[in-house]
């Protein structure tokens, strides 16, 4: 029998429906999850996080990106993955200290000992050290706060997931 070439590999699987036949446009795009949260491979550094921006729907990309480029103006040293489908950003040797995730209706922002900022932000959670921010579609955000509790929130010890 002859050898068959990669090419005709994938030719032959996509026959043997094996392979989908749009499978290249089903990597560019990542799944949504329930309220619109991408699935995106776990992953440190920047590129990860940028992946999954760029997978955010709609108004919500805009806020990702935002929130992003926040934490990298307060905090330049910041480390970044993606875990869980959720953007994480960090100090090294302290852990993670924020995070945030896509839901229906908003975006929530997770200040993981959010319970020590001041002011505390308002949302509380089940877990009691966490708490979280919401960010609505036409919402204007107060930056100046934002950008005080992530300073605040990366001095302090973080969660190491």
Same mark, same amino acid.
């Given at each position: 029998?002859?050898?068959?070439?990669?090419?005709k590999?994938?030719?032959?699987?996509?026959?043997?429906?094996?392979?989908p036949a749009?499978?290249?446009a089903?990597?560019?795009?990542?799944k949504?999850?329930?309220?619109?949260?991408?699935q995106?491979?776990k992953?440190?550094?920047?590129?990860?996080?940028?992946?999954?921006?760029a997978a955010m729907p709609?108004?919500?990309?805009?806020?990702?990106r935002?929130l992003d480029?926040l934490?990298v103006r307060?905090?330049?040293?910041?480390?970044?993955?993606?875990?869980?489908n959720?953007?994480l950003?960090?100090v090294?040797?302290q852990g993670w200290?924020?995070?945030?995730?896509?839901?229906?209706k908003y975006v929530?922002?997770?200040?993981f000992?959010?319970?020590?900022l001041c $002011?505390? $932000? $308002?949302?509380?959670?089940k877990?009691?050290?966490?708490?979280?921010?919401?960010?609505?579609e036409d919402?204007e955000?107060?930056?100046?706060?934002?950008?005080?509790?992530?300073?605040q929130a990366?001095?302090? $010890?973080?969660?190491?997931m």
């Open positions: 029998m002859a050898k068959k070439t990669p090419k590999q994938v030719k032959a699987a996509k026959k043997a429906s094996l392979v749009d499978a290249s089903q990597e560019a795009a990542p949504l999850l329930s309220g619109g949260n991408p995106i491979a992953g440190y550094g920047d590129a990860p996080v940028q992946a999954y921006l709609g108004w919500k990309q805009r806020v990702g935002r480029a934490v307060v905090v330049p040293e910041v480390n970044k993955a993606v875990k869980w959720t953007p950003y960090g090294e040797g200290f924020l995070a945030f995730h896509c839901i229906t929530k922002v997770s200040f000992r959010g319970a020590s $002011p505390v $932000p $308002p949302v509380a959670s877990m009691k050290d966490v708490r979280y921010f919401h960010v609505h919402d955000i107060d930056e100046t706060q934002l950008a005080d509790w992530i300073k990366s001095k302090l $010890p973080g969660e190491t």
